[in-house]
């Protein structure tokens, strides 16, 4: 079975080091009292958890999935994860950062943040019931009813019930705008749904006693398309005005699906016939209340590969160091054995390191987005809530695309380390891979977060949100641009920095011209963008460690993280020049192709 150390240490470096984050969130009067030492012990607690009770059933996951009985509609979940979930809920986790006014510990946003990448990396499938629940909470938190919060809310904080975000339909995939679910307006202000819904992440499990869907639906004069569809709160139980579980409502698990990964969750097949709800928010208004669902979850999504991406490469690394095969190019490196550990191999050590530095440089971006979302929530100063609002907006996709098209090709290089033993089941690697996959596709597939990104977030305001980020870029250049020991963090975002402005333009205006040029050039501009995030941080972080090694400190992981910060700018930050090229190649290259794909 895999092993997992939680990253303390690394987690301890972004948050205190690098972020300050207790003085940063300071002004929030929620956050004032916060500290190094309670941050610290949560994130040790949170990891024994992760560590001690979820890794364990990661593989038992894998092997059993989750099973349906047709008769009753109810699922059972893998063995061992409904103890787990009894004691994370013991443990107060599910609370961690939600409003104290629903008996949630208001902690900042960044400490639910490293929890769960530990969580994910320990067993994904079971951290995707809790996880769901989280983003539930949210959207309810933030556009519920009265009546809503004080039926749901506690019980979502607390753990007791869990929830669900119930999207797409069978013809729909990604476009929501051809949804067909129907809500049937009641004399007593309540709805009847009805219709089919897809893919939908722990909508069926026996860990929970209630479990609230939030559904959308059209009403019967909804216009067509997106701008006609409504949310709605389903749980799977009636609740009463007590709060106690009622009778069964009309929504049934009617098929699981048979998945690549991620096997010990329940992708379920949802039919509602004629299943009791509540409109929340306006109607007609449905996708934005459930955005706030999507964009937590999209952070979500990108914590979750991230959390795959420092498994795999714990697993690789200390694999690495006990397999020989082989002898050095250089010479014999192991003299007492018949074989040198793997890990003296270049092309090794370039696979652990890519690993590395991508679990290292998404944790720094995920913090900070984190953060971001904290000072958006609860900082005093409206300009400063504003303008983090307008950064997390800016970098939700790339955590999303960008992690866990990293999680892809680091679960995959950590997989070809263990060489034919990562390719069978004993070892873990293939589950790491294989859970990794869907990461790319759902909550809207990378595709769709390159062209939010680009279309959305970048171009519609003619680059203004683009410019807020660049100048934390230029401010970091002009603190160390006359630093020599800093020159090869600087030098590069430096010069990605003054590219990104020529490039923007460039690429908006063809897509002026014609908005083909946008579709055929954001997937590649997401990458750049992503790569000038990593950048960055990574400078950031050297900058720290030169500045620790400077001042005499003689811990080695200052000269590690270092390492990794010169592995990754020479080795993975140069793919910016290829992508900017191949995007610059245009549309007509991959439309003017009917020939071709006949």
């Known amino acids: 079975m895999p092993s997992y150390t939680p990253p303390l240490r690394d987690m301890q470096f972004v948050i205190h080091e690098v ?198 639906a059209r009403l019967p004069d909804a216009p067509a398309g997106s701008k006609g569809i409504s949310l709605f709160v389903v749980p799977k139980y009636h609740v009463k005005a007590d709060g106690s579980i009622g009778e069964r409502n009309g929504i049934h698990c009617t098929g699981l699906e048979h998945k690549m990964g991620i096997h010990g969750n329940a992708t379920a097949q949802l039919v509602l016939e004629d299943a009791v709800g509540t409109l929340v928010g306006e109607p007609n208004k449905g996708l934005p209340a459930m955005f706030v669902m999507m964009n937590a979850a999209r952070l979500g999504v990108g914590n979750q590969s991230l959390g795959l991406t420092e498994v795999a490469f714990q697993n690789a690394l200390a694999y690495a160091k006990e397999r020989i095969q082989m002898r050095s190019l250089s010479g014999p490196k192991a003299k007492d054995q018949p074989a040198d550990p793997i890990i003296v191999h270049p092309d090794v050590r370039k696979m652990l390191l890519t690993a590395k530095a991508y679990a290292e440089g998404g944790r720094a971006l995920a913090v900070f987005c984190t953060m971001l979302l904290d000072k958006e929530l609860y900082h005093p100063d409206a300009k400063v809530r504003a303008e983090s609002g307008e950064l997390v907006a800016l970098l939700t996709p790339i955590v999303k695309a960008f ?48 062209l939010d990104l680009l279309g959305r977030k970048v171009l519609s305001n003619n680059g203004a949100t683009l410019k807020k980020f660049g100048k934390l870029v230029a401010r970091l250049v002009e603190e160390e641009g006359v630093n020599e020991k800093m020159a090869e963090f600087i030098n590069p975002i430096a010069y990605l920095g003054d590219q990104m402005t020529k490039f923007t333009t460039e690429i908006g205006f063809k897509g002026y011209q014609n908005p083909d040029e946008v579709g055929a050039a954001a997937t590649d501009y997401l990458r750049v963008l992503g790569h000038l995030a990593f950048g960055y941080f990574w400078a950031r972080m050297a900058q720290v460690a030169l500045r620790q090694i400077d001042a005499g400190n003689a811990d080695p992981f200052y000269q590690a993280k270092l390492q990794t910060a010169r592995f990754y700018f020479a080795r993975l930050f140069p793919e910016t020049a290829t992508l900017m090229r191949t995007a610059r190649s245009g549309a007509k290259v991959l439309l003017d192709t009917d020939a071709a794909l006949a």
């Open 403 to 450: 992690l866990t098209d990293n999680g892809h090709v680091a679960t995959n290089a950590c997989l070809q380390v263990f060489g034919g033993h990562g390719y069978i089941e004993e070892h873990g690697m293939s589950q790491f891979a294989r859970d990794n996959r869907i990461n790319m596709i759902y909550e809207g597939t990378n595709t769709v977060q390159s």
């Open 19 to 216: 972020f300050n984050l207790a003085e940063e969130l300071k002004p929030c009067p929620r956050h004032a009292d916060l500290d190094a030492d309670t941050i610290n012990a949560v994130l040790e607690e949170g990891g024994k958890f992760a560590a001690e009770v979820t890794l364990p059933l990661n593989r038992i996951g894998d092997e059993q999935g989750c099973t349906l009985d047709p008769k009753t509609h109810e699922v059972a979940t893998p063995e061992g994860f409904k103890e787990a979930y009894a004691k994370y809920v013991e443990g107060g986790w599910p609370s961690l950062s939600c409003d104290p006014d629903f008996g949630g510990q208001g902690l900042p946003f960044a400490l639910n943040q490293c929890l769960y990448e530990m969580l994910n990396s320990a067993n994904q499938a079971w951290t995707m019931y809790p996880g769901l629940s989280h983003g539930a909470y949210e959207a309810l938190h933030a556009h519920g009813t009265p009546e809503q919060k004080k039926l749901y809310l506690t019980k979502l904080v607390s753990g007791e019930w869990t929830g669900t975000m119930c999207l797409t339909e069978p013809h729909c995939g990604t476009d929501l705008g051809l949804l067909r679910t129907k809500a049937e307006p009641q004399a007593d202000g309540s709805y009847r749904l009805t219709g089919a819904k897809i893919f939908i992440s722990a909508g069926e499990h026996d860990m929970a006693p209630n479990i609230v869907h939030l559904v959308l």
